[in-house]
């Protein structure tokens, strides 16, 4: 019998009433279940508007410039989000402090259903002018806002939780919602673009996805909302110490830490949208193929982040996590070098950048959940986990597109391959600087 990912039993056995030691440490599979369900919505969200980004808001909402600075634009707006989201965090963690998590996760992804219905159904630039890409933007800002907010603290029971020698293959599971988000919102694009004509898709098929994203989210609130309201759920915070704190405290606390948790893995987010949306920018502004045909490649370039992601669970355990990183940091940069000669290269090698990229993405990103959270003491684990990815995010991943496109055009692709670089030398730093932070707490451990 094949094992499920979700389940902690080993060689697919069947459940079995949890015993009095694992009520006490909570249960994994049920922890897997939700963070997977909750991410892989959110990042159906996330890659609806990273797509729309590039094939339709640069026409639509920014006809009166040229196609590339339609583009940068539109980009710059994306980033809006990314810039929002620490906000969001602080914001909510407030709410949660004052009335509970259920109203917390509750409204959280109300907004980002809200913005997102928003965006579907925004007029556009010829009907609203000016007003409407103050709009888009506004929902952007409130989807980042949202996005903060939507933190269940599932992410940090779950490695907690997770056996000793497991706990890479655990981490993993959460990053398994970005290969599955982008899967579903690149499949579901390159159908809309296939089926309908290009009046009918820039009229009212680009809305499409924005709706199903906004049923997702209903689904995924009832999801998450079934775990993170149970007396069990509360409980296993409670005896994790894990509690919403102030933005402020933990910066004044803990901010040392917050930031070497945010480089740790800032490799795999530079690697992020320089893979899934750089490289459709790239290819529609040259014209060097079809929309449909790149695509169709992310297509198959998702599913091998899936495959990788999960195989990132089987290595980091054999290694250790951060060995992993670390190996992936370096691997990360050597195939930066080669980014220029891969995107220059027609069709076969745009498409080896694409699959390649994809790997690296899901074996690095796999393991970039929390790859520094030990590091905080169990009080501010719960916020340090939070706070550490919206910094990740933001350093490493909120500008790519926006600075790759801009510096490639002007400066050649080169930009491409210092992007990557600069966020492997802050990884493998990051992860020098919590070796040392380790090996002292150690020392002092041992001293006690």
């Not at 980002?112 to 007029?123: C, K, S, V």
């Not at 919206?390 to 790519?400: I, P, R, S, V």
Request: hydrophobic letters at 55%.
């Amino acid at each position: 019998m094949t094992p499920s990912i979700t389940s902690p039993y080993p060689h697919g056995a069947m459940p079995i009433p949890l015993s009095a030691a694992e009520r006490e440490h909570g249960n994994p599979g049920d922890l897997a279940v939700g963070v997977v369900i909750g991410r892989a919505s959110e990042y159906f969200d996330f890659f609806v508007y990273g797509l729309a980004s590039v094939l339709v808001f640069p026409s639509l909402f920014f006809p009166f410039v040229d196609p590339l600075t339609g583009t940068l634009y539109a980009f710059t707006i994306f980033a809006f989000a990314f810039i929002a989201r620490p906000f969001g965090t602080a914001l909510f963690m407030a709410i949660q402090r004052r009335w509970g998590r259920g109203v917390k996760l509750t409204v959280a992804l109300f907004l980002l259903g809200t913005a997102t219905a928003g965006i579907a159904f925004l007029p556009t630039y010829g009907t609203l002018g000016a007003a409407a890409i103050v709009l888009l933007a506004l929902f952007r800002i409130l989807q980042g806002v949202a996005f903060g907010g939507s933190w269940d603290g599932m992410p940090s029971l779950l490695a907690l939780n997770a056996p000793g020698n497991r706990r890479g293959w655990y981490a993993m599971l959460g990053q398994l919602g970005a290969p599955l988000g982008c899967l579903v919102a690149s499949g579901l694009f390159l159908y809309l673009y296939q089926s309908l004509s290009a009046e009918d898709f820039f009229t009212w098929g680009w809305r499409y996805p924005f709706f199903v994203a906004l049923a997702i989210n209903v689904v995924a609130l009832f999801a998450r909302l079934r775990l993170v309201v149970t007396d069990e759920f509360s409980r296993m915070l409670e005896d994790k110490a894990l509690e919403p704190i102030g933005t402020l405290e933990i910066v004044r606390a803990q901010g040392y830490n917050l930031f070497v948790g945010a480089f740790a893995a800032l490799a795999s987010y530079a690697l992020f949208h320089l893979v899934t949306i750089f490289p459709l920018s790239w290819i529609a502004l040259q014209a060097s193929q079809e929309i449909p045909q790149v695509l169709g490649v992310q297509v198959v370039g998702a599913i091998l982040a899936l495959g990788a992601t999960v195989l990132s669970g089987i290595i980091a355990d054999r290694l250790g996590r951060r060995t992993t990183l670390a190996l992936l940091a370096a691997l990360i940069a050597v195939f930066g070098f080669f980014a220029p000669t891969l995107l220059n290269g027609g069709a076969v090698g745009q498409n080896i950048f694409i699959l390649v990229g994809f790997v690296l993405l899901g074996l690095s990103y796999g393991q970039s959940s929390g790859a520094a959270t030990a590091n905080f003491s169990p009080r501010f684990r719960y916020t340090g986990a939070a706070i550490t990815a919206d910094l990740a995010w933001l350093f490493g991943a909120a500008f790519a597109p926006l600075v790759a496109l801009g510096l490639s055009v002007y400066f050649g692709l080169w930009a491409v391959s210092g992007y990557l670089l600069s966020g492997a030398v802050c990884t493998l730093l990051a992860l020098w600087i919590n070796r040392k932070i380790g090996v002292r707490r150690h020392r002092r451990q041992r001293a006690a």
